[in-house]
């Protein structure tokens, strides 16, 4: 009997690719209209390779990115970056379609539901606030709860051990297959596939099941109750 749904965040609940893609395209926009002397193409492929190295949750990336290509910061250029990249990320923080009523349908339903993920602690928190969602999970495990990061066991049984649930009785949803799949199957956790934010063409994730629609995920629990 399934008790309890743990979600992965970015590209599970939240479209983050593409909020990230456009917050990146316009800070590489303002940087180029106050006088970085660089092509936009350019200024987005340096800052992709400074996220390629530290992480895409790396916040420092504009100040590495313009010590790389000036020797120094110039502070007007990160500036009108760092205020670009803000204002256009708050207006594509976007949950996929059905999302919110698929959520509460769960809770009314009395299915604990629980947050997994590797996004540090203070941002995972922002976005889950920004979008309203906050106040319907019972748990929100993030890397600087145990300091590891998916596939290791120890986020997903600290999920586990505050829901006070069996392995058995929760299901996993997550967007990456060797994090989120794998590592909840280790401890024998049902996994579900969201192919929806799959990013990286997968074609077997190796998953209990799959849903193109994150709605696809009521049928899913009600058939294992």
């Keep these: 009997m399934i008790r309890a749904v743990i979600f992965d965040l970015d590209n599970t609940l939240i479209d983050f690719m593409r909020m990230k893609d456009e917050a990146v395209k316009a800070a590489a926009d303002a940087m180029v209209d106050v006088g970085l002397v660089l092509t936009v193409e350019e200024v987005i492929e340096g800052i992709e390779e400074v996220y390629s190295r530290k992480g895409i949750e790396y916040q420092q ?100 051990e505050i829901l006070g649930i069996e392995t058995g009785e929760a299901l996993m949803v997550g967007d990456w297959a060797e994090r989120d799949m794998t590592g909840a199957a280790r401890l024998g956790i049902g996994t579900v596939f969201a192919r929806y934010g799959d990013v990286f063409n997968t074609v077997d994730p190796g998953a209990d099941h799959e849903i193109d629609d994150i709605a696809e995920l009521v049928e899913i629990v009600d058939g294992k109750r």
Aim: charge should be positive.
């Design 61 to 160: 990336v504009f100040d590495d990115f313009l010590i790389e290509r000036l020797g120094e910061i110039d502070w007007k250029i990160l500036a009108a970056g760092v205020l670009a990249y803000r204002r256009r990320r708050e207006a594509h923080l976007v949950l996929y379609p059905h999302t919110r009523t698929t959520l509460v349908r769960l809770v009314k339903t009395g299915i604990q539901l629980a947050v997994v993920t590797d996004a540090p602690r203070r941002e995972a928190w922002m976005r889950l606030v920004a979008l309203g969602i906050h106040n319907l999970f019972d748990v929100v495990v993030t890397f600087e709860d145990t300091g590891k990061q998916k596939p290791d066991p120890a986020p997903f049984q600290r999920a586990l």
